[in-house]
């Protein structure tokens, strides 16, 4: 676990640093698809500023909604909290999926007021929602967040103390974020692959996406160990989300298929 990176009086979050990297790597990743469809890599990154906006609000949003829960049943503790204090406990962290309609919306707003085709759009650009994972993963095990289950098995990590999670440290842990990581950058190379035949249905990458890492996650959340992010009737937040967007990743391509 190594969280921030220290240079000169600086001191670097490792895992926004990552983000950022794998963000502007995600975004020449697309401009090459991009060409394939006739579209100038500009509008590629003024369309990825949109999804960046709707990322970020749309992560705080729902990670201040698997806190808000804790925070309205034990009101009493945190009244005595200053403003500054409540804020970062309802919007200090980030919920990925969250990012992800997020980042859906804001490209869907850009399509529309710049009037571009969204089903040529979301195709180019939805290579860079598991590129971006696969190193955001990365980020999560230096950050040592998202970790995973108590396990003794082959693979195992054992994390050093960490004050933001202060239990962390006292059982090893099964590699949720790095198998995940590794599952979201094959997930890349499939939907960049399917993409670049120039001639995919409209559509079809974002409801590939969806279908195949609502799989990942729901089984993956077997294995996590946080429970940071909610749990109703044995399910994790993440979970139902999940069930919810597989069924639309099967609309996409079927609609989309019957509309080519």
């Not at 369309?47 to 909604?65: D, N, T």
């Not at 806190?67 to 049943?73: E, G, M, T, V, Y």
């Not at 598991?130 to 095990?141: D, E, V, Y």
Request: hydrophobic letters at 50%.
């Amino acid at each position: 676990m190594y969280p921030y990176i220290h240079v000169g009086g600086f001191e670097l979050p490792v895992y926004g640093m990552i983000i950022i990297i794998a963000f502007a790597g995600g975004l020449a990743v697309c401009s090459t698809l991009g060409r394939l469809y006739g579209i100038h890599a500009r509008y590629i990154i003024c369309s990825g500023s949109f999804a960046a906006a709707g990322l970020l609000i749309g992560a705080k949003l729902l990670y201040a909604i698997t806190r808000l829960p804790s925070f309205i049943s034990d009101y009493n503790t945190y009244s005595s909290m200053s403003f500054y204090e409540k804020a970062d406990f309802l919007f200090g962290g980030y919920v990925f999926y969250g990012s992800l309609i997020g980042a859906v919306i804001g490209v869907l707003i850009f399509c529309r007021a710049f009037h571009f085709d969204r089903g040529i759009f979301l195709n180019v650009l939805t290579p860079l929602i598991p590129f971006a994972q696969s190193f955001g993963r990365i980020g999560c095990f230096f950050g040592g967040c998202c970790y995973g289950v108590e396990y003794y098995g082959p693979f195992a990590v054992q994390f050093p103390y960490n004050e933001a999670s202060p239990y962390l440290h006292l059982y090893p842990r099964f590699p949720v974020q790095l198998i995940e990581a590794g599952l979201c950058f094959i997930l890349f190379i499939i939907i960049f692959i399917y993409t670049r035949k120039k001639t995919p249905v409209k559509g079809a990458s974002l409801g590939i996406y969806l279908i195949s890492y609502g799989i990942i996650r729901f089984i993956l959340e077997f294995f996590r160990g946080d429970t940071i992010r909610g749990i109703w009737l044995s399910l994790s937040t993440s979970q139902w989300i999940s069930l919810f967007l597989i069924p639309m990743g099967i609309f996409l391509v079927i609609n989309s298929r019957n509309t080519r």
